[in-house]
């Protein structure tokens, strides 16, 4: 499949020289929230993709009816509905991830990278761009939060995915796992230094 | 000095413009300025005035005013060892007994020292030579501070971590030494403190009770040792009338207190060395009497209210002067509370945020089991809060006399 060059800025943009969260810094709140571990990182980027990609189509279809007046409610039914399918499947399939990632999953309404899109991109353009901007985007969170995560749980708890990553005989010579990690303040931090760094090479 | 002088001024070619070594010049460049005033002089136009008083020669008066401290805190590391092992018994010191006590303690804390400065200085020298920078001369004192307000226990690679990450991310993100919002050495603190909580509070890491590089390792420990600080024993303590005492169980008094000879971080127990120190920074005009009386003032007062009062809890029914003088309230107060770059700086500025971090500290200690010292917490709330301060103080003068310059009606 032969994508254009826009097609492809669309798609890939939102991956670095775009991303939502280190260069809109958008969705900060839920970056913080959730990346204590890997798993819920994971679940949550998953979740944000796929709820922000079918959104996204579902609005831009709609966009030629919607009365400019209450296109925000309509936006937020739209997008109210997937969480509440995307809610029902985590407790059904995932249940230990969902009570983990408790009330964050339902606060993905109020994610301000959804409404970004769906009122700077999705409301003017067609379904297929729409797509891939939605999918782009989501991924460009879901990297952020996997990066952050990676590094909490590992220097957190010497972990990843739940398992001991970091040997047990550093432990036995006076290695210790970085509480501060487990604290929203240095998720703060993390996504400061990511943000440092892509800058540093995006001038 | 002659022939120092001649070493380096032979050497300088090497590290100008094109030499050979040009690469390390601002190394150079800050060793030259700290061992001779730096040969620039003012230009013909422009302002005349010059202070011998760079900021290399403020960093040095408040690194000696530090010294009484980190003395009494190497002797205090060996008697606190010593009298847990029950190789001394308190109230029989000799002579021996000093020197040993003392020479136990200075290779207790060297290496705590040594980390500290080499790894700070070693990302200053860096940022430094990478931004094309004089190396600045904050961390002089910085590096000094961190090994004094840690438990002795401390592991180096924790000091070290610490400290790096004090220095990124409080100091040289900010822009480098004098455009800090926290006190640089606090935030090594807070990130030990919050990061590895076991190894900065509790009765196991105050007291060196192992071994120094294999000497005097293996004892076991006297009956009813226990290495608990004051204020971790007020902290934990269910009674509220409980009375404070040493590692071997003899209550402190007042004058115990001042004397300094229980557990704590290394330089925070005596307050007569620090008092020392603080007469010289007085007497040098370095740090403001204001901000540390009202520091002073602020705790005293606080605690005489909690006095008063009757509250149900051991830290709040403990004597006012005794909160003063236990823990890190004297040292923070006198070293860190005075830091001019990130305390107040207008001079009604300074009693405000003096008196707030003397509140907030009794005030933590006495209401927050879990942080037994608030001193920390209080000194980096000061900081927080010292630019709203001093806008506030310019605010209300800029009324004030705006008030007074109406023009006189005709």
């Known amino acids: 499949m032969a994508l254009s060059q826009k097609t492809k800025e669309t798609l890939l943009g939102p991956l670095s020289q775009n991303n939502p969260v280190i260069v809109q810094i958008l969705g900060i709140c839920s970056a913080l929230a959730v990346t204590v571990q890997l798993k819920p990182a994971l679940v949550m980027g998953i979740a944000v993709t796929i709820i922000v990609a079918m959104s996204n189509v579902v609005i831009s279809l709609l966009r030629n009816t919607i009365p400019m007046r209450i296109r925000i409610i309509v936006q937020l039914v739209v997008v109210a509905a997937l969480v509440t399918l995307v809610s029902e499947v985590l407790k059904a399939f995932a249940y230990d991830v969902a009570v983990q990632l408790s009330v964050y999953i339902g606060l993905i309404i109020t994610n301000c990278i959804l409404m970004g899109r769906l009122e700077a991109f999705a409301m003017t353009n067609k379904p297929w761009d729409s797509l891939l901007d939605g999918l782009g985007n989501g991924l460009g969170y879901a990297i952020i939060l996997i990066i952050v995560a990676f590094f909490r749980e590992l220097l957190g708890s010497g972990t990843l995915l739940g398992f001991q990553v970091i040997p047990q005989w550093c432990y036995e010579h006076g290695y210790m796992n970085n509480g501060m990690m487990m604290m929203p303040a240095m998720a703060l931090i993390l996504v400061g230094c990511i943000i440092w760094v892509h800058r540093s090479i995006n001038k | 000095m002659k022939w120092l002088y001649n070493i380096v001024e032979k050497l300088r070619p090497q590290f100008d413009e094109g030499g050979k070594f040009h690469a390390f010049h601002s190394l150079f460049d800050g060793f030259d300025t700290f061992l001779f005033t730096p040969n620039t002089t003012s230009k013909r136009l422009g302002v005349q ?100 307000i840690v438990p002795i226990d401390t592991p180096l690679w924790m000091v070290a971590l610490a400290t790096a990450f004090a220095v990124i991310f409080a100091k040289e993100i900010f822009g480098g030494t004098g455009y800090n919002i926290f006190n640089v050495a606090l935030i090594a603190r807070a990130f030990l403190f919050f990061a590895y909580p076991s190894k900065m ?16 390792g293996g004892h076991s420990l006297v009956d009813g040792f226990s290495g608990a600080t004051p204020l971790g024993q007020l902290a934990t303590a269910t ?73 149900d809890n051991a830290a709040a029914n403990t004597p006012w002067y005794m909160h003063l003088a236990l823990g890190g309230f004297a040292f923070g107060a006198v070293f860190m509370a005075t830091d001019p770059v990130t305390s107040a700086r207008t001079e009604v500025g300074k009693w405000i945020y003096g008196l707030l971090i003397g509140v907030m500290a009794i005030l933590v200690r006495c209401f927050n089991p879990g942080y037994p010292e608030g001193m920390m917490l209080a000194i980096l709330f000061g900081n927080l809060m010292a630019p709203l301060i001093d806008w506030c103080v310019v605010q209300v003068n800029i009324k004030k006399r705006m008030k007074r310059a109406t023009v006189k009606k005709q």
């Open chain 2, 49 to 148: 005035i010059h202070d011998a008083t760079d900021s290399k020669r403020t960093m040095i008066i408040v690194v000696l005013a530090l010294v009484p401290a980190m003395l009494f805190g190497m002797f205090n590391i060996g008697y606190q060892h010593f009298l847990a092992t029950g190789e001394l018994v308190s109230g029989s010191m000799t002579c021996a007994l000093f020197w040993k006590a003392f020479a136990f303690g200075l290779l207790a804390l060297l290496p705590l020292i040594i980390v500290s400065y080499v790894v700070g200085l070693g990302i200053e020298f860096t940022v430094a030579q990478w931004k094309h920078e004089e190396i600045a001369e904050g961390f002089l004192v910085t590096g000094f501070i961190i090994p004094l």
């Open chain 2, 239 to 311: 009674d509220p009338t409980v009375a404070i005492t040493n590692t071997v169980g003899e209550p402190i008094s007042l004058l115990g207190a001042m004397n300094g000879l229980y557990p704590g971080s290394v330089g925070e127990t005596c307050v007569w060395a620090i008092l020392l120190g603080a007469c010289l920074l007085l007497t040098t005009g370095v740090a403001s009497w204001k901000t540390m009386l009202s520091v002073f003032v602020g705790g005293g007062l606080m605690a005489f209210i909690l006095n008063c009062c009757g509250i």
């Open chain 2, 201 to 216: 509070s509790g009765d196991q890491v105050f007291v060196r009770t192992d071994g120094t590089w294999g000497w005097d």
